[in-house]
């Protein structure tokens, strides 16, 4: 990406639905109800010829104290600092305000490089807030609509020459590489280091006020997502690139899921289905819960969920910093984590503190483990010497008299580990045997937690006429006789 932008403005000017127009997917929530985006959410941009990451930003508010509306001011301010060009908004049907005059001094200070934009310009009821953009100080308006795509050839013009020397100086800034080495130089003991083609996606769920925003910032060790005691604060799955302990990850920051039954506003059913998204998209899942009510009706919910998606999992209880009988509390919560979950038996239960970050090392080794776990092949030959002794130690059933018998079985898949066993009778074969092969693996593959599927399947019949009915002998014979008459 040659350069970033940020795109700033009063609430509800339509930031959000031209981070998406620009990205080319529906990232960002969209709502008529302003101040839907809270946290920084960036994404990488298409316009034309141009390939530029894009930030979008909260709505800026005229406050600075520590409320919620001053947290996300001062995180919108951030991103004007960090980027390299700010797309500074307006409602050009409403025209300008007293907030509008007051962040456009702000960028004049804090922006090298301001593009005005007058947003929901369509038809000639925006005529008069274009020209009122003048006022502002920061040049010739830009006439967009987000919702349309009207505009964005203008928005191309302004953003070519600062694109061509924001390139000129990445150009000039570049390490020399091009030198010769010579053959006494070269080590031949050293070993390349290896390292991921792809981030691991992990992503971190919960109930509200869990501290899943605050443990994200820990990891990497950075304030990019918005804190608070208040809960419910993040509205959409942000995700966040970052390397912790030298692993290339990409992190999922999700809504608090609150029961089916408390969801009734669009904005939070948005919220939830976005997350929902994020699990599904996720290579770990990483359930945080609230040390002071741990396993909560809800939590299950989640846990099971990721379960059923087929994600590895990785509990997480955080609020241990402020716990005063530790050892006693931490044997509740494995009682309780084996008990009510026992589709999970065997995942690791880790203790952390998202405000003091101790436990993260922890964390880390357990996302890590049981990712590997999750990408777990077993051989063939291995599977089939391991069915014998499970059946020799506990042999299938008869039902109606007539014994299951299992010839073989293999790994389908992984990503969650997937198995299947051929036999006679798949049918019939009760669920408790699925679930005693099921935990044996678990055992004796050292794959504790992770998510497995077993298919039973029978094996086809080789003789493709079985089942077909015999002509009867009677329309045999006359049909060999009339043959014999034509003869």
């Known amino acids: 990406m040659s350069f970033s932008l940020a795109i700033v403005g009063r609430p509800n000017v339509g930031k959000s639905t031209l981070f998406n127009r620009l990205v080319g997917k529906r990232l960002a929530l969209v709502d008529d109800q302003p101040g839907v985006t809270r946290d920084l959410r960036e994404g990488a941009a298409r316009l034309a010829d141009l390939r530029f990451t894009v930030i979008d930003t909260a709505g800026l508010e005229d406050v600075t104290d520590d409320s919620l509306q001053g947290r996300m001011r001062r995180l919108t301010e951030r991103a004007v600092d960090m980027a390299d060009v700010c797309l500074f908004m307006i409602d050009a049907r409403t025209g300008l305000t007293p907030t509008d005059l007051v962040f456009a001094d702000i960028l004049r200070k804090r922006s090298a490089n301001v593009i005005l934009a007058a947003n929901k310009a369509e038809g000639s009821a925006a005529d008069a807030g274009v020209i009122e953009a003048y ?32 390139a000129e100086k990445a150009r000039d800034d570049a390490p020399e590489v091009d030198v010769d080495v010579s053959d006494e130089d070269e080590d031949e003991d050293a070993m390349p280091v290896p390292t991921r083609a792809k981030p691991l996606q992990v992503a971190v769920v919960g109930r509200p006020n869990a501290g899943k925003s605050t443990l994200i910032n820990q990891i990497v ?34 809504a608090g899921m609150r029961k089916k039954a408390k969801v009734q506003e669009k904005l939070e059913k948005l919220s939830v289905s976005d997350g929902l998204r994020a699990v599904k998209f996720a290579e770990v899942v990483v359930v945080l819960l609230d040390a002071e009510i741990p396993f909560e009706q809800q939590d299950l919910r989640i846990a099971d969920l990721a379960e059923r998606e087929g994600r590895a999992v990785v509990i997480a209880v955080n609020k241990w910093d402020v716990e005063e009988n530790r050892q006693e509390k931490l044997k509740e919560l494995k009682e309780s984590f084996e008990r009510l979950l026992p589709q999970l038996r065997g995942a690791p239960l880790i203790t952390v503190s998202a405000k003091t970050g101790r436990g993260l090392d922890r964390l880390h080794q357990a996302i890590m483990r049981a990712y590997e776990m999750w ?31 299992m010839k073989y079985m293999t790994q389908a898949k992984t990503r969650p580990p997937g198995f299947v066993v051929m ?53 045999l014979r006359k049909h060999t006789a009339s043959s014999k008459r034509r003869d």
């Not at 608070?228 to 999700?254: C, H, K, Q």
Request: with cysteine; proline share 10%.
């Open 221 to 254: 060790k950075e304030d990019r997502l918005l804190t608070g005691p208040e809960a419910g604060i993040t509205r959409d799955a942000i995700s966040l690139m970052t390397e912790w302990d030298n692993v290339p990850m990409r992190i999922f920051d999700t």
């Open 135 to 166: 006022n502002l100080g920061l040049g010739e308006p830009i006439r967009l609509s987000a919702e349309h795509g009207e505009g964005l050839n203008d928005l191309y013009t302004q953003l070519m020459p600062l694109a061509d020397a924001f």
């Open 375 to 405: 990408n777990r092949r077993v051989t063939t030959a291995q599977l089939n010497r391991w069915l014998s002794g499970m059946m020799e130690a506990h042999p299938p059933p008869a039902p109606q008299g007539k014994r299951i018998k």
């Open 423 to 475: 036999c006679s009778h798949p049918d019939k074969l009760p669920e408790s045997y699925s679930r005693y092969l099921v935990n044996g693996l678990r055992v004796d593959f050292d794959m504790p937690g992770t998510p497995i599927r077993l298919w039973m399947r029978g094996q086809s019949d080789a003789n493709p006429f079985k089942g077909r009915k015999k002509a009867p002998p009677s329309k």
